[in-house]
């Protein structure tokens, strides 16, 4: 009997023009809570894919419980009783939720057909203790944090030999991360080996018993939890050491100078909302899951009209029927959920990067025309600026990591020869450490050329290291305005609505 219930050694993957593995290792025991980091573009989904049979390897072996495997396919993964959570969720929209949580699996029958009953009531089961959803809800219906709850719901059910979370906890808010570690804690009692995967290095120093680390495709280390901190990962990591904070120091700007104002704006959640964005200024964005941060952004962006109130852009009211008239008029946006609302793709780096802006490489005003080289040096130009690993221009972006797709939506607005007003909802989502500072730091960059910047991010302390103000919603409401200094603490207790009291 093996020590491990998955043992790979050896792992090797090439596609063309990247090494995507190279003499990769990972050994996970049963009951085991097992961590894996490692920056964008390491090998971590790549392995996870191959473990999983959505992809083959080129050469090294695969044990489980010791004995050798090939697993050509996610049924032969499924039998074997491997369950993923991908990056993705990898849900089926037009499905009802219930039906997603048995794909793949014989459906409870009745003598004319499938009995709904049945399968309601197995899917209330399955669901208990992670989210509280009709089960015969549309997944297209639900939220990014539910369809999380119900992808790691649906891993985490039945008896799983392995489970391998990818990122499970980057849409969550911080109750429904406690449920996730819950169901990690009765898996570890129950014998299942867990796979954590996360660039939230605090989450992975919390849950893990051990971790490996993977840099540049190839294991670098295997390292068990006593002893282990934060910056001891960073260094392993990034093969550098810790620096703690993006922005060494933050800019001035002249407060005079409003390049945004909005006037008691009302819709969907948001009630009342009235502030003022100045040229240089990073503005950040405080308040949990559901208090109408990313509903503000989409609001000033033009993807929600407002139902009253006034946006005022330089001095000029100004009415947004559409994104497109937020464009035009300087506003920038970088979604929450980029695999579905900010990138194609199937579409090259360079389309992806100047789509938002084609008139500005046109050949002239009278001939509408592309002119292909301007955008390709255009493109060029920020690949090397925001250092995107990739094999050139030409490459589909869903080819590359998360980070770097993350990194090719910040370059779509750094081309842009308008932009005054720049709005991030999670902008370093999924991002390892590495990719994280440098994303923070194009932003204070960008915002010392005096682009004025919303960022919204579930890491207050994040949001604490960058913003200049720190604006609290709470259920749709401007509840506080925080200046320095900025602290996690002081932002959290404006969102519990316990400004006076201590966070526990």
Known sequence: MSDYVVQIEGLCKRFPGVQALNN??????????????????????TLIKILAGAQ?????????????????????????????????????????????????????KKRFGVSWEELVTQSNEILAGFVEIDPMTPVSRLTVAERWMVSI????AGSPRLVVMDEPTVALADSEVVKVFEAIAQLKKKGVAVLFVSHRLGEVLEIADRVTVMKDSETVAELPRIGLTKDILIEAITGKSSDASAASSLHSFAQEQAVLEVEN?????????????????????????????????LTLFGHHPPTS???????????????????????ALIPEDRRSTGIYPLRTIRENTVLAHLRQFRRSEKLPLPHLQSEIEATDSQIE?????????????????????????LARWLVAKNTNVLL?????????????????RQIIQLAQTGVAVIIASSDLDEVAQIAHRVLVLREGRLVAEITHPITEAEILRHCYGHANEPVV
């Open 153 to 156: 719901a649906r891993a985490c």
């Open 309 to 331: 109130g006034q946006i005022k852009v330089k001095d000029k009211y100004v009415t947004f029927r559409s994104p497109a008239d937020g464009i035009r008029n300087g506003l």
């Open 24 to 45: 990769a290792s990972l050994r996970i025991k049963p009951g085991e809570v097992h961590g894996l980091v490692g920056e964008n573009g390491a090998g971590k989904s």
């Open 385 to 409: 600026r925001l250092r995107i690993v990739t094999i050139g221009h030409t490459q589909r972006i869903g080819q590359l990591s998360g980070g770097n797709q993350q990194k090719v939506l």
């Open 56 to 108: 083959s390897s080129d050469a090294g072996s695969i044990l489980i419980d010791g004995k050798p495997y090939e697993i050509n396919s996610e049924s032969e993964a499924n039998a074997l009783e491997l369950h993923f959570i991908h990056q993705d969720a990898a849900l089926v929209n037009r499905l009802s939720v219930a039906e997603n949580l048995f794909l793949g699996k014989r459906l409870p």
């Open 265 to 297: 704006l009302c819709g969907g959640p948001l009630l009342d909302i009235s502030f003022s964005l100045h040229a240089g200024e990073i503005l950040g964005l405080g308040g949990l899951v559901g208090s109408g941060r990313t509903s503000l952004l």
């Open 424 to 440: 991030l909802d999670e902008p370093t989502k999924g991002v390892d450490v590495g990719a994280r500072g440098e994303i923070l």
